[in-house]
């Protein structure tokens, strides 16, 4: 295997420190990833080392330049995952959701959730109707990590309709926030499953990752943003139009929901069929319905879904 070598002249004093890290963390992380040898000379990086280690430590550094041009600064996490990134051998196929963490990869089961991963990547606005266990919600939050990670937008915010399902919000203890936590949960159960618990915190934190209840929306603009609305079936029209009203530039929104599970009162007409109805025309506007063929938990649950489904028992009983 030839010998190569490669230089990369820095742009400014400071590039160097930038690229190679706090005490050459970064350094030390592409250098034992890649394997090629790493040398400072005056005002130029140096590469030697194989044909293919120069040029995956080169492209490397190319993304990393491409992340301090943008951001100021390149975290560890960042570094890893333009590694692994560059490294991976798991096999992809077109439907794929890389999430570029080691051999972790989100494959949808289902011709409709093929269909719905692939109008997400195509379209910026998405509505998506489907019974529960049909993967809309998991699929939709692993697209948004995918957007995230190969920094297509900078941010994501999930956001649900806290709608009062029998149980009332003034009578649960703790703040607004604490009262509307069990309506966001399953968002964030969704993403623990995908990344590591620590990781997740770390987004959170730095608000990286937001999680809000609907009406947090109101009079904000979100630009670069991956935006997740579920349980959609429980918003009003007014609602709705509000919420569809935050995309800004560079941003994309998904919308999920389950029309047989709406919480509102039998007199108020759904947002989501009523926005389906008006936009679904729209060029840049898909809509995707998954069926009880698309349900990927316990096998019970698709019986579940299709036993509510089919006239109740009582009436049967009424009319024998």
Not at 21 to 47: C, F, K, M, N, Y
Not at 83 to 92: D, Q, Y
């Amino acid at each position: 295997m030839s010998h190569a070598t490669a230089t990369i002249p820095l742009l400014h004093p400071d590039e160097a420190r930038l690229l190679f890290g706090p005490g050459d963390s970064h350094l030390r992380q592409i250098r034992e990833s890649l394997g090629a040898t790493i040398v400072l000379r005056g005002d130029t990086i140096v590469l030697e080392g194989t044909d293919e280690q120069v040029e995956s430590t080169s492209g490397a550094f190319k993304q990393l330049r491409e992340t301090i041009k943008r951001d100021g600064i390149a975290h560890d996490a960042v570094v890893r995952r333009i590694l692994e990134r560059g490294n991976s051998t798991v096999p992809v196929t077109a439907e794929s959701i890389d999430l570029f963490e080691k051999a972790k990869r989100i494959q949808p089961k289902s011709e409709g959730q093929k269909k719905y991963v692939d109008t997400i990547r195509k379209e910026d606005l998405i509505f998506c109707k489907g019974p529960a266990g049909c993967g809309k919600t998991y699929l939709a939050v692993a697209m948004a990590l995918n957007a995230l990670r190969s920094e297509k937008v900078r941010r994501i915010v999930l956001v649900r309709p806290a709608v009062e399902a029998g149980e009332k919000l003034g009578f649960l203890p703790g703040d607004m926030m604490a009262k509307v936590n069990p309506y966001l949960r399953p968002l964030v159960d969704a993403m623990n499953d995908m990344l590591n618990f620590e990781q997740v915190r770390l987004y959170m934190e730095n608000d990286v990752v937001e999680i809000a209840p609907l009406a947090f929306m109101r009079g904000r603009t979100l630009n670069d943003t991956f935006i997740i609305l579920d349980e959609a079936q429980n918003t009003t029209i007014t609602q709705m139009k509000m919420f569809l009203t935050r995309m800004g530039e560079g941003s994309k929104i998904v919308v999920t929901g389950d029309a047989t599970q709406s919480d509102l009162p039998g007199d108020v007409q759904s947002g989501l069929d009523d926005a389906i109805r008006r936009l679904g025309q729209i060029r840049g506007v898909g809509v995707v319905e998954l069926s009880g063929s698309d349900i990927v938990r316990h096998r019970l649950v698709r019986e579940i879904v299709q036993a509510y489904e089919e006239p109740s028992h009582s009436n049967r009983i009424s009319k024998s």
